[in-house]
């Protein structure tokens, strides 16, 4: 299977913090990756350093084959057009309503002006995560759940080959997570996304996981599937599954 | 001496970002895919949403100027003379200078805090990261609807001004309107409102640009929000006068000479 995401000896720092100490990643052509941890750990920073976001003090970052460090802002945001972010907060751009909210990346990103294929794409997205009528509220009549669904449906209304999620379940009471972690699964089939999703859900990790890394202090310690992980003698890496 | 240095290397830090601020702004000026919508959407705002402030503190600059200087000009009998001395002080100075103060506090503040919480809730990250361009959607649209609206809301406080001091003078005496406004642009000339226009220019883009750095800077926490809008006012506020000072002194050696 096709390397979609590699990658190699990522170091970063913050001032005299070491964030990142050296994380190595491989992900395939249509896996779902957890990636764990504690919080403060590096997680986040890892997919932030992915998506062109964090440029990181040493290493390599290749996305479809591509080597993110070298690109300038014009190839990075081709790029960032076949890949999507959920962000923690949803990120849902306040001021517009659910409509303009998924209308902003098919207008500004895709250039598309045709109304009726905008219309027809925003209805079909907030149908997939379950948020059917709700295209003309503003983000601020949205609960948690509701809003992490909209973000979702932001993203996947252009058609992203990879999706990163950032603790896409945090905040969220255990029935709505579960639905989530549901929803994540249904956009890989439907959608066949490559995703890297990072959580210290174990939960949600256990629902959409099919492969798990565990980063523990700025380095990848383990890398296996839940089952492989779940009975790891490694004290450490049980810790994550007690 | 260690503090020293390290309050030097923060200011030049600064300036660097300013300097790289700056250079994103005019690489996406002429970018292809301008926001034209947007760059609407802000001129309303900036526009309608300043002019009541501006139209009633430009009538009552030229409303207070003329009382001010009525009782002084008639001992020597050259009541005459103030609706001249006031337009000539509106157009060059005081109503460029004070427009630009009042859009700094209603507009850079505004600016900052928007774009300061939408850095907060990571709604910039998510425009960046989604493969649109935040700097071409929020900043030159932005920047250049300051660019524009704040010359064009100068002109209407210096109307206004003009009307105060009409009123003025016939609180304290009388004057016709024909009298007043042929005196009034009579003692207006071309060398005159062309500075002061230019000025305008410089003035919308310390407004618009100080406003976007500081929201697109601020930093991460609810607190930097409040923090951006009120160093948005502050920068501007002092952008702008440091700007007078300079355009005074050249347009005095330039074209009053």
């Known amino acids: ?242 | 001496m260690a503090a020293d240095s390290s309050a030097i290397k923060k200011l030049l830090e600064k300036i660097g970002e300013q300097g790289l601020f700056f250079k994103a702004f005019v690489r996406n000026l002429f970018k292809p895919g301008f926001e034209w919508s947007e760059f609407l959407r802000q001129c309303y705002f900036i526009g309608y949403g300043t002019v009541g402030i501006v139209m009633l503190t430009g009538f009552i600059l030229g409303f207070v100027l003329t009382l001010q200087s009525l009782p002084t000009l008639q001992q020597f009998g050259a009541q005459t003379f103030v609706p001249a001395m006031v337009s000539v002080s509106v157009v060059r100075e005081i109503g460029p200078v004070i427009t630009a103060l009042i859009c700094a506090g209603k507009i850079a503040s505004g600016i900052g805090a928007e774009l300061g919480s939408m850095k907060v809730s990571e709604q910039i990250d998510a425009m960046q990261v989604s493969g649109a361009n935040p700097v071409q959607y929020l900043v030159v649209t932005r920047i250049l609807a300051c660019l524009l609206m704040i010359p064009l809301l100068t002109m209407v406080a210096d109307g206004m001004a003009f009307l105060g001091g009409f009123t003025g003078i016939n609180v304290k005496g009388g004057m016709s309107s024909i009298l007043y406004f042929r005196k009034t642009f009579g003692g207006l000339s071309f060398t005159d409102l062309y500075p002061a226009i230019i000025k305008t220019f410089f003035f919308g883009f310390i407004i618009g640009f100080v406003g976007c750095y500081k929201g697109f800077n601020s930093n991460k926490g609810t607190e930097s929000v409040g923090l951006a809008a009120n160093s948005a006012v502050v920068a501007a506020s002092i952008g702008i006068i440091i700007v007078d000072a300079v355009a005074v002194q050249l347009t005095s050696s330039l074209v009053y000479n």
């Not at chain 1, 909209?150 to 992203?160: D, Y």
Request: hydrophobic share 40%.
């Open chain 1, 1 to 242: 299977m096709e390397n979609i995401i590699e990658l190699a000896g990522i170091k970063k720092s913050f001032g005299t913090l070491e964030e990142l100490k050296e994380i190595n990643l491989v992900v395939k052509k249509g896996e779902n990756v957890v990636v764990i941890g504690k919080s403060g750990q590096g997680k986040s920073v890892t997919i932030k350093c992915i998506a062109g976001m964090i440029v990181p003090d040493a290493g390599s970052i290749k996305v479809f084959n591509n080597e993110v460090t070298d690109m300038d802002e014009d190839a990075l945001r081709a790029l960032r057009i076949r890949m999507g972010f959920l962000f923690q907060s949803g990120a849902l751009y306040d001021s517009m309503t659910v409509r303009e909210n998924l209308a902003f990346p098919l207008r500004r990103v895709l250039k598309i002006k045709d109304e009726e294929e905008i219309e027809a794409r925003s209805v079909e997205v907030l149908d997939a995560v379950g948020l059917s009528g709700a295209l003309d509220k503003m983000p601020a009549e949205l609960s948690g759940g509701m809003r992490k669904r909209m973000g979702l449906a932001r993203t996947i209304i252009v058609k992203p080959e990879i999706m990163l999620y950032d603790e896409p379940t945090t905040g969220l009471d255990t029935i709505t997570s579960r639905e989530i972690s549901a929803l994540i699964c249904s956009i890989k089939e439907k959608y066949k996304t490559t995703s890297v999703i990072i959580t210290h859900d174990m939960a949600c990790a256990k629902i959409t996981a099919d492969r798990m890394v565990i980063i523990n202090d700025g380095i990848c310690i383990a890398n296996g599937t839940y089952g492989e992980l779940e009975h790891s003698t490694d004290k450490l890496i049980g810790s994550f599954f007690k």
